[in-house]
């Protein structure tokens, strides 16, 4: 059997003073760096009028669907990406692909391709999921919505996202 020991507080410790005056110094230090420190090495950005412009070659942001140089979806409709996510914010209904191109064949295609972005949690998965490279995450990070509908996105959105070099 383990014995407790009782800890006799004084009564400085009881009222919590000195802790509480030890938390506002450190508020009050950080208040006066930032305060003193010039605009241009603070981190914060001011953002509508200042972007941050050296994003990492790492950040996840808004998903894009590849094409090929004639236009055709790269997604053959597999399903790997809806598979892999875990918040399960694809998705996606085949079809047969009749007039499929011989230079890219593939038999099946996505009819509906949809990616909820208020689910989505931007991990990556889906692209690595992906046998065509057809879905990438691009490095586009304004992604601001006025409603819960215009934060599905659809085939046509997910094509027109910018690429990472601005086209």
Same mark, same amino acid.
């Given at each position: ?7 006799? #507080? ?8 000195? !802790? @509480?005056? *030890? ?10 760096? &930032?305060?003193?420190? /010039? $605009?241009? *090495?603070?981190? &914060?950005?001011?953002? /509508? ?15 894009? #669907? ?9 997604? @053959?409709?597999?399903? +790997?990406?809806? &598979?892999?996510?875990? !918040?399960? %914010? ?12 011989? =230079?890219? /064949? *593939? =038999?099946?295609? $996505?009819? @509906? ?15 690595? %999921? +992906? $046998? *065509?490279?057809?879905?990438? #995450? ?10 819960? =509908? ?7 959105? #997910?094509?027109?996202?910018?690429? =990472?070099?601005?086209?």
């Amino acid at each position: 059997m383990a014995l407790k020991k009782e800890v006799k #507080l004084k009564w400085w410790d009881k009222i919590y003073l000195p !802790a @509480v005056l *030890k938390g506002m110094g450190i508020t009050i230090s950080h208040f006066f760096k &930032t305060l003193f420190t /010039p $605009p241009s *090495k603070r981190y &914060t950005i001011e953002y /509508p009028d200042r972007r941050k412009e050296d994003i990492p070659e790492w950040y996840r942001g808004l998903h894009r #669907l590849n094409t090929y140089p004639d236009g055709t979806l790269k997604c @053959v409709a597999c399903y +790997c990406c809806a &598979t892999a996510c875990p !918040a399960d %914010a694809i998705y996606i209904e085949a079809e047969d692909l009749e007039d499929f191109d011989k =230079e890219y /064949p *593939k =038999e099946k295609g $996505p009819k @509906v391709f949809q990616i909820d972005l208020h689910r989505c949690i931007y991990c990556g998965f889906c692209e690595e %999921a +992906c $046998p *065509k490279d057809a879905i990438v #995450l691009t490095n586009h990070y304004e992604i601001v919505h006025t409603s819960r =509908e215009a934060g599905i996105f659809g085939i046509e959105d #997910l094509i027109k996202t910018k690429r =990472e070099g601005g086209e």
